[in-house]
């Protein structure tokens, strides 16, 4: 099945930036609708932002209008998440996610895999 791995998250200061890095294997990334999702301690798992498959459409959380951004490289078999002007509020861990469908929704129980998620701190 498919197998998703994150990674690019760290310690950033208020205002910073990161880029979420998200690659599949077994299957090839291109048939899949990608989802990023984070949980922030002690807080429900919370949809960030998605990509569907061939259009290139993408959705995002209110919180992360404006700041964040989805893309995906397909030759790459990587999903990517941009994220500038980070928050103290956008601490948590990041979860890619991967479902076999054109589109996509900002809803956990819609994406069949899942990676092992990525800690994003920010803080002075």
């Known amino acids: 099945q498919l197998q998703l791995v994150e990674s690019g998250g760290g310690l950033v200061h208020p205002g910073g930036s990161l880029r979420l890095s998200c690659t599949a294997s077994?299957?090839?990334?291109?048939?899949?609708?990608i989802g990023w999702f984070r949980q922030a301690p002690g807080k429900e798992l919370e949809g960030v932002s998605c990509i569907y498959v061939f259009t290139n459409t993408t959705l995002y959380a209110d919180s992360a209008k404006g700041r964040f951004t989805i893309s995906r490289d397909n030759a790459k078999d990587t999903a990517y998440l941009q994220m500038n002007n980070l928050k103290p509020e956008d601490t948590g861990v990041y979860y890619c996610a991967a479902v076999g469908r054109p589109g996509c929704l900002l809803v956990d129980g819609t994406f069949d895999y899942w990676g092992q998620g990525t800690q994003v701190t920010v803080s002075s």
């Open positions: 077994r299957f090839a990334l291109a048939h899949f609708a």
